[in-house]
């Protein structure tokens, strides 16, 4: 569970009326450089996330670690794993001396992108292109992208940034009232086999399966979009 002061932190930031769809881009890089700095020991700030991730190295090694933490779930809870994509390939990629805008940067870039598509089965409306990040041509499908990739990664024990932690919580308390709901509801109290009680109906899927709501990837795709009007409206 994510410190509840940071996660009070990232709401009272993510609440604000944003002016501009740049500046809610901005405060995602942001979130993202320190997840990768935390996780890999970098220097990234927003101002340097596209330049410092353009080599592909640090895309690479994050999909790989995605992976083994894939193998290490599937083992621990081989239950919870039948309901979820499971990378399962690595990726290979050139880890030294590798010049930004390269041949070598580009095709480590495209192995990771190769890597979400195949293995993760990250969806289209998400994905980027080599020369998104490399030319700088969309820089917010590559921030949704890696967004996206912290989710899964999330699914299986690794840490996740500030922003899907504050997902998470959110979703929880969703579902939390969602309970809270059904018991009160007529029926809901009485003894199973009474008159007027409801069988309980078991679900497909485990308690721990979560629904995507504020991070649903069309919501997400407007929120960059459209930032000052979605934002200000949750400010209201």
Known sequence: MADQRNI?????????????????????????????????????SAETFMEGLETGCVLCQHANNVT????????????????????????????????????VARDNVSNFIAWCRQELRVKDVLMFE??????????????????????RGAKFGMLAPMLVQLEEEIEEEIRDQENVGESSAPGGGLEP???????????????????????????????VSDGTRVWARSAG
């Open 130 to 151: 080599t020369n998104d990040l490399v030319q700088r041509r969309n820089e917010k499908n590559f921030v949704l992208c890696l967004l996206e990739v912290a989710r």
């Open 8 to 44: 009070q932190c990232a709401a009272s930031k993510s609440i604000r009326p944003f002016r501009s769809s740049e500046e809610y881009l901005y405060a995602m890089k942001e979130d993202l450089a320190e997840w990768l700095n935390t996780l890999y020991n970098l220097e990234l």
């Open 68 to 103: 083994r933490a894939a193998r290490d779930f599937q083992l621990q809870h081989p239950r919870a794993a039948q309901f979820l994509r499971l990378p399962a390939k690595e990726v290979l990629f050139q880890a030294r001396g590798v010049t930004p805008g390269s041949f």
């Open 193 to 223: 086999g009474s008159r007027g009680a409801r069988e309980p109906v078991a679900s497909p899927y485990p308690s721990w399966q979560q629904k995507r709501v504020l991070c649903d990837m069309r919501n997400l795709d407007e929120l």
